[in-house]
Each structure stands twice: as structure tokens, then as C-alpha cells.
């Protein structure tokens, strides 16, 4: 079924079903289909809105998980068998594929080909694949941000938080980020290297707690959670700020999203706030990856992942990126 409000391991189920293939089956072979073995797979909160019935807003832009078949979503795979004139047995790819230890992927044309194996391949589900291409496209082409300007970051320390706060970091701003726990607090301002941070959850007072990190106002917030701290937020926006509107994580469980009251600050205070998403820019993906690969080997951007092992532990793992439970980019790792 169609899931309603906070997701629970128990909308998912785990089966053990046919003969493992290695083979792309012979009915399958006129087909460009690609046969791989799944390595890590990416839990990512957009999967929250594929478990929801179609509804209006999202149809056109998101086709749902249908109930009863396997989760799709990116991973890192190896590619056991092919018919497709790109990929060839042994090949490493990155793209979407579904929740399974195998699958066999009919419409290969989403993944990537992985050159660079000298990082640790989970990488691929993060800072190196979908959501390290978000921050990337989100901050600097959405934000247009400038050496000294003030930027917040909600879900700061997640998979693609903690790379627009170092992303900042690196052109010379003044970052602040919010998440949800002391650890994670600590983990922004000590290793991700973020001028200030705070936990979100022991602020009374939303509006009062960004006033005290930026006196001076807000040039650039980069949202991924909504509600009331897009509310407190709006208060404290500087004229002619910027706001990316990247997701809004905190109504993804509700029936009617919450109504956020002080819009008439984009007004005021001529504030540019847009909505993106990366589907607009994945040719930036090999300038991306000609940016960000020095700065891994070279220790200038860090990368937090959280690895549960096991396909088994999807589930929890998915769903606690609704709790908070991941530190960084949650990845499940399935044996091979
Ligand atoms: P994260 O790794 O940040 O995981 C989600 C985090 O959100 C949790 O760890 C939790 O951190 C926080 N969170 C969960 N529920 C709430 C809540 N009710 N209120 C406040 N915070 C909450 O996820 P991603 O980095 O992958 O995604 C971040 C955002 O970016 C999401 O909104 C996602 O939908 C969006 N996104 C958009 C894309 C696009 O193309 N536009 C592409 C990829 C992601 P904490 O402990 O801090 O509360």
C-alpha cells in the first residue's frame, strides 16, 4: 500500500525470492537491459514522497514506487552481464537501480560509468553522485554566492548540507548550519570545519537563535527542511538575499503541509527565493567531478556517510532519515 505519515520498517518487507541470475535472461536479450550486482544503496528522503499516493503537486515531476515491487532509488553497482553497446561485465556504475542484492536493469541509460575507483565507492551515492551534484548546482548556481556573505544551512550535517557548508567555507563565507543533536552539532563545527552551528531542537525560540549567529541578517539560506524555520528564517533575511529551495524534509509526512506566514518578507526585503532541482543540471556532473575529486584526495572537503550493512537494514535506515537517526549521508551496504 500507499504509505501515510512517518514511514516504519513495517511498510517495507524483505523477500527472498528467485534464483540468483548472472545472466541477462534469454527473454530479456533483444532488450538493452544490464545485469548488475548491487554494491551500496542510497537512502534518500525524496523515496519518502515516490511511497506517497499520486496526488496533483507531485505527479508530473515524480512517477511513485508502485506497492509490492522493489524500492528503486541510486546505488553503486557492478556490472555482471550486459546488452547494452555502453557498459561491459565488470564495468562500476552509479545510477538508479532497485533495492536487491541483483537487478536486472532494463533502462541502464541513468547510470554512469565510475572512473575513478581510487575513493571509497560509496562515495558515489553522495558526495560523488546525486546529492554532491545538488549542493554543488544548488549553491552555486541558485544562490549566487560571493567571498564574505552569510549562509545557512538546514539539515546541516547531512549528505547534502555538509557539502554546501564546506562549499561555502571554501569561497570565503561565513557559514551556520542547524541539525538535530548535540554529536551532530559538534561534528559541523569541529570536522566540517562550519563557523557555528545549533541544535535546532533545543531552540525555543527558532527566530531568536538566528538573530544571535547573524546580527547582521541572512544573505544566503539553503533549505531542506520548511516549516517554522523557514519562517524564523524569512525574518531574518538580508535585503536582496537568496533562499535555494532545496526540499523541505520536515513536511514530507503530513497530510497538508504546514502554512509558513511571513512571506511578505520576500517582498520587503526583495528576496530571490527559487526552487531546483539537480534533474536540471547533471551536465555539470563532469565539471563537478574535475572540482570535487581534488578536493577529496587532498583532504580539503570531508564527507560524512553513516553504513548500515546489510540489505536487511535498509529499512531502518530509510526510515530514520525521518527521526534523524543517520550522522551523514546514509548508505546501505549490500554484501558482495
Ligand atoms: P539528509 O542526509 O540530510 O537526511 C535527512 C535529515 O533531515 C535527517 O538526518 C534529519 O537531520 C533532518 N530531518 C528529518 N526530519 C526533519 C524535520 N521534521 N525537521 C527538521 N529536520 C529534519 O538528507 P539529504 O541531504 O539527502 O536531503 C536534504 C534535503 O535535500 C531534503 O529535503 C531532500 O528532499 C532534498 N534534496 C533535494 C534534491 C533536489 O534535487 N532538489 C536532491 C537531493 C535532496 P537532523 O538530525 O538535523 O534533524
Redesign the pocket.
Known amino acids: 500500500n500507499y504509505v501515510e505519515g512517518v514511514p516504519k520498517e513495517s511498510d517495507m518487507y524483505i523477500s527472498d525470492t528467485a534464483t540468483i541470475k548472472l545472466k541477462v535472461p534469454h527473454e530479456e536479450e533483444a532488450s538493452p537491459s544490464v545485469l548488475v550486482k548491487n554494491l551500496y544503496l542510497s537512502?534518500?528522503?525524496?523515496m519518502?514522497?515516490l511511497m506517497r499516493k499520486p496526488g496533483d503537486e507531485t505527479s508530473s515531476y515524480f512517477t511513485p514506487f508502485a506497492p509490492g515491487s522493489p524500492l528503486s532509488g541510486y546505488g553503486v553497482a557492478k556490472v555482471l552481464d550486459s546488452r547494452h553497446p555502453d557498459f561491459k561485465e565488470g564495468d562500476l556504475v552509479w545510477g538508479t537501480t532497485k533495492w536487491e542484492d541483483f537487478s536486472l536493469i532494463t533502462t541502464p541509460e541513468s547510470f554512469h560509468k565510475i572512473q575513478h575507483a581510487d575513493v571509497p565507492l560509496s562515495y558515489y551515492t553522495?558526495i560523488l553522485g546525486?546529492?554532491g551534484l545538488?549542493?554543488y548546482a544548488?549553491f552555486n548556481e541558485v544562490c549566487s554566492p560571493k567571498k564574505g556573505e552569510y549562509v545557512f544551512i538546514?539539515?546541516?550535517?547531512?549528505?547534502?548540507?555538509?557539502l554546501v557548508g564546506q562549499f561555502a567555507k571554501l569561497l570565503g563565507c561565513y557559514v551556520v548550519g542547524?541539525?538535530?543533536?548535540k554529536e551532530?552539532v559538534e561534528l559541523l563545527k569541529n570536522k566540517l570545519k562550519f563557523d557555528e552551528a545549533f541544535?535546532?531542537?533545543e531552540e525555543h525560540d527558532l527566530n531568536a537563535a538566528l538573530k544571535r549567529y547573524f546580527p547582521e541578517g541572512i544573505d544566503i539560506y539553503f533549505?531542506?527542511?520548511?516549516?517554522n524555520?523557514l519562517d524564523a528564517v524569512l525574518l531574518n533575511m538580508r535585503v536582496h538575499g537568496r533562499i535555494a529551495?532545496?526540499?523541505?524534509?520536515?513536511?514530507?509526512?503530513l497530510d497538508r503541509p504546514e502554512g509558513v506566514t511571513n512571506l511578505m518578507c520576500l517582498v520587503y526585503k526583495r528576496i530571490h527565493m527559487q526552487?531546483?532541482?539537480?534533474?536540471d543540471y547533471y551536465h555539470l556532473y563532469p565539471k563537478y567531478l574535475e572540482y570535487i575529486l581534488p578536493c577529496i584526495r587532498e583532504g580539503r572537503v570531508v564527507y560524512l556517510e553513516d553504513i548500515a550493512e546489510g540489505l536487511e537494514n535498509g529499512p531502518a535506515a530509510l526510515v530514520?532519515?525521518?527521526?534523524?537517526?543517520?550522522?551523514?549521508?546514509?548508505v546501505v551496504s549490500v554484501s558482495h
Open positions: 537512502c534518500d528522503p525524496v519518502r514522497i553522495g546525486m546529492p545538488t549542493a544548488g538546514s539539515a546541516a550535517s547531512g549528505a547534502v548540507g555538509q542547524s541539525a538535530g543533536s551532530k541544535n535546532y531542537k533549505e531542506n527542511v520548511g516549516g524555520l529551495v532545496c526540499g523541505m524534509i520536515s513536511q514530507y509526512n526552487g531546483f532541482t539537480v534533474r530514520g532519515l525521518f527521526s534523524g537517526r543517520n550522522v551523514g549521508k546514509q
